[in-house]
């Protein structure tokens, strides 16, 4: 029931973000973990899969009883900023998340910074991963969207759509550049720089083209 939310709900997160990734980086890459922080560590952090583990139905039964719930989602695909996206969507409106009000265990702290996984970075690769799902078929949601908009066939917006999904799959290549990072290879600030550049020009070019269409409607 993710499409009932009604303006003015509050977001409420049932458990801590990031157990099943804390989980899995522990089971992975536990005799390094174990190095720097302990055995006792690695194993509290390879509990967490299965306690509190990731299953939420429990939750939201409890929840679903009080009757004060309007939407529920799992913030699987994604984590809990696509989760709220698409509680958003689907109930036609918008969300407003302050970041450090979303709880985080010491375990899932700790192993971020100890790979140094930068919170901001890791969003921006994931909201472009999704950006690049949702303008893709057969599951682009964002495409039936925008022909619903324009009025147009959906082979009509997917050829226009091909060069911005390279563009995409470069930058996700170059990530670093996408965060603005400078590395010791020129031709990887070159290739990053260029990716950025494209994107841009195609993005106003599509603009002016999406425009252009729209004002010569009768």
Same mark, same amino acid.
């Given at each position: 029931?993710?499409?009932? +939310?009604?303006?003015?709900?509050?977001?409420?997160?049932?458990?801590?973000?990031?157990?099943?990734?804390?989980?899995?980086?522990?089971?992975?890459? /536990?005799?390094?973990?174990?190095?720097?922080?302990?055995?006792?560590?690695?194993?509290? +952090?390879?509990?967490?899969?299965?306690?509190?583990?990731?299953?939420?139905?429990?939750?939201?039964?409890?929840?679903? *009883?009080?009757?004060?719930? @309007?939407?529920?989602?799992?913030?699987?695909? $994604? =984590?809990? +900023? *696509?989760?709220?996206?698409?509680?958003?969507?689907?109930?036609?409106?918008?969300?407003?998340?302050?970041?450090?009000?979303?709880?985080?265990?010491?375990?899932?702290?700790?192993?971020?910074?100890?790979?140094?996984?930068?919170? &901001?970075?890791?969003?921006?690769?994931? &909201?472009?991963?999704?950006?690049?799902?949702?303008?893709?078929?057969?599951? $682009?949601?964002?495409?039936?969207?925008?022909?619903? &908009? +324009?009025?147009?066939?959906?082979?009509?917006?997917?050829?226009?759509?091909?060069?911005?999904?390279?563009?995409?799959?470069?930058?996700?290549?170059?990530?670093?550049?996408?965060?603005?990072?400078? @590395? *010791? /290879?020129?031709?990887?600030?070159?290739?990053?720089?260029?990716?950025?550049?494209?994107?841009?020009?195609?993005?106003?070019?599509?603009? =002016?083209?999406?425009?252009?269409?729209?004002?010569?409607?009768?």
């Amino acid at each position: 029931m993710p499409g009932q +939310a009604q303006r003015g709900d509050r977001l409420l997160l049932a458990r801590p973000a990031g157990i099943e990734g804390t989980a899995l980086l522990a089971i992975e890459r /536990s005799s390094e973990l174990a190095e720097a922080y302990g055995d006792d560590f690695v194993a509290r +952090a390879k509990r967490l899969l299965h306690d509190p583990g990731i299953s939420v139905v429990s939750i939201a039964r409890l929840l679903l *009883n009080t009757g004060a719930v @309007t939407a529920l989602h799992d913030p699987t695909e $994604g =984590g809990v +900023a *696509n989760g709220v996206r698409e509680i958003a969507a689907a109930s036609g409106l918008g969300a407003v998340m302050d970041r450090n009000l979303v709880p985080l265990l010491e375990e899932t702290a700790t192993i971020a910074q100890h790979f140094g996984i930068d919170p &901001v970075h890791f969003g921006v690769v994931m &909201v472009v991963n999704l950006a690049l799902g949702m303008i893709t078929p057969p599951f $682009g949601v964002n495409l039936f969207a925008a022909c619903t &908009v +324009a009025r147009i066939l959906l082979d009509q917006i997917v050829t226009r759509l091909l060069p911005f999904v390279l563009v995409f799959m470069i930058l996700l290549v170059n990530r670093k550049k996408l965060m603005g990072e400078w @590395t *010791n /290879s020129r031709a990887y600030n070159a290739v990053g720089w260029l990716a950025v550049a494209i994107l841009i020009g195609m993005t106003l070019a599509l603009l =002016g083209i999406t425009a252009r269409d729209l004002l010569a409607r009768p």
